[in-house]
Nanobody, 127 residues
């Protein structure tokens, strides 16, 4: 059974940094699309970064230049390094995976197109 588990969220002041982790268990695919989403209450889940098995990455304009998505194959863990955090980055952050597919692996890919999700980790940025 595929499971994703996020960690690393917390409360930071504006300008600070956090590194989110997503531990992946139950599969180790050679082809995949993985993503980080975030969501605030009352708003739709927003894709902010993707990475595929070819190593290609995409970022939403709202975070471009401030976040980096990466994956450690040996640890089977997805990361999101976030720098220069802003109060508007406050949200619940989720990782998502679509094993076996590279199709449309970018931040415009809808949440329903991912097969597996973690339960989320909260990030709060104070001004």
């Amino acid at each position: 059974q595929v499971q994703l588990a996020e960690s690393g969220g917390g409360s930071v002041q504006a300008g600070g940094s956090l590194r989110l982790s997503c531990a992946i268990s139950g599969y180790r695919y050679s082809v995949y699309c993985m993503a980080w989403f975030r969501q605030v209450p009352g708003k739709e889940r927003e894709g902010i970064a993707t990475i595929n098995s070819d190593g290609s990455t995409t970022y939403a304009d709202s975070v471009k230049g401030r976040v980096t998505i990466s994956k450690d194959g040996a640890r089977n863990t997805l990361y999101l390094q976030m720098n220069n955090l802003r109060p508007e980055d406050t949200a619940m952050y989720f990782c998502a995976a679509d094993p076996g597919s590279l199709w449309r692996c970018n931040v415009l890919r809808a949440p329903w197109e991912y097969n597996y999700w973690g339960k989320g980790t909260q990030v709060t940025v104070s001004s």
